[in-house]
């Protein structure tokens, strides 16, 4: 199950992403959907892994879109609130030439998901032993504490610690799986690399994750650190990626994988979800990992 915000993304593509005070003429424009919490239950759901999501949608059509895409991806909705009082989140994509993306957000009801929200959703779909739960850092502070004090024995946290900022507290007894990419790592352990800032949030946690973009992933857990490279593909759109990895992470995780087994298919995963435009224009099936991995 994934905790997380949902959004109607606006995607344009530009021969080159903007600098400050510059006028790019868009050569194209699509709208998808995205939202890191609705993005990596999509992509959890595609690789057979029973999801649910935890967020909010605005009362707008927009809202009404998100839902339908979600079901269609046989995402469970049941929790997912609907604010009549605010928009559904919504996101600006810039993205070059050469699949590069900036991003803008407008959180919408996307900020107005509680820590109670949270405690009421989590009571009903009643997390067990064996279940992920996958969180990241577009969501109030209060969701993810709530989500750190509801965890049940054997119940696995996979927290995605963008964007980077303060990490909510956690149980000693059950400390979080950390996924994070490399500049995010840096930030957040002030160490001059990304094999020394896994080793630190390993440590503080249950096992860390650092995503290097085309380089792979390095995995930490136990005092090693394993590097793990991912397929050459054809770079379209970077956006999303990293989201796709999480949600193929925790279906992984789910399935009763050990964790470098798992990253290595996510690794696999995140570089398919840059073969075409958009946060979900490109999610992989079980099958399609097989494939990619064999060339």
Known sequence: MAVGSVNIDRILR????????????????KEG????????????????????????VGGDAGGLKALANLRGASVGVDTVITEVSAPTGQALVMVDADGRSNIAVIGGANALLSAQDVTDALTVLRPLAGDVILTSGEVPLPCLEAVAGFLAPGTRWVHNATAAGILPAWPEENRPL??????EARQLTGAPGARAAARILAESASGAVVTLGGDGALVAQEGLCEHITTPAVTVIDTTGAGDVFCGVLAAELAHGHP???????????GAFAVTALGARGALPRPNDLVRLRAH
């Not at 239950?41 to 999801?51: D, P």
């Not at 964790?259 to 995963?269: E, G, K, V, Y």
């Open 178 to 183: 950390l996924v994070v990419d490399e500049t």
């Open 259 to 269: 964790l470098t087994r798992a990253a290595a298919t996510a690794t696999a995963a």
């Open 14 to 29: 530009c021969p080159v992403l903007p600098s400050p005070g510059e006028t790019v003429l868009v050569t194209s424009v």
């Open 33 to 56: 959907f995205g939202g890191k919490g609705g993005n990596q239950a999509v992509a959890a759901a595609t690789m057979g892994a029973a999801t649910h999501l935890v967020a909010k």
